[in-house]
Nanobody
Framework: QVQLVESGGGLVQAGGSLRLSCAASGDTICISAMGWYRQAPGKERELVAA???????YYADSVKGRFTISRDNAKNTVYLQMNSLKPEDTAVYYCNAEAPLCGGVHWGQGTQVTVSS
């Protein structure tokens, strides 16, 4: 099994920045891709950004050019640097890890990001 713990959420004004961290523990050797999802009130959970073990990245159109995902394999940690934040970025952000041979998909507990206008 894989355990994920997020940190770094909070309240920020529009235009500001936050960096989210997600530390993985347990069967980390099984992890292939990791990513960040978010869920705003009344909306479905959506993929924000993802990164493979090889470093390939994916970004949702809504965050391209503003968010950067990175991964420190030695620390089993993935980061999401969020710049030029907008009120519509307000959501609970969840870390996700894909470990096909170790329980499948794993989720963190979520961290709240609130962007005030």
């Amino acid at each position: 099994q894989v355990q994920l713990v997020e940190s770094g959420g909070g309240l920020v004004q529009a235009g500001g920045s936050l960096r989210l961290s997600c530390a993985a523990s347990g069967d980390t050797i099984c992890i292939s891709a990791m990513g960040w999802y978010r869920q705003a009130p009344g909306k479905e959970r959506e993929l924000v950004a993802a990164i493979t073990s090889g470093g390939s990245t994916y970004y949702a159109d809504s965050v391209k050019g503003r968010f950067t995902i990175s991964r420190d394999n030695a620390k089993n940690t993935v980061y999401l640097q969020m710049n030029s934040l907008k009120p519509e970025d307000t959501a609970v952000y969840y870390c996700n890890a894909e470990a096909p041979l170790c329980g499948g998909v794993h989720w963190g507990q979520g961290t709240q990001v609130t962007v005030s206008s």
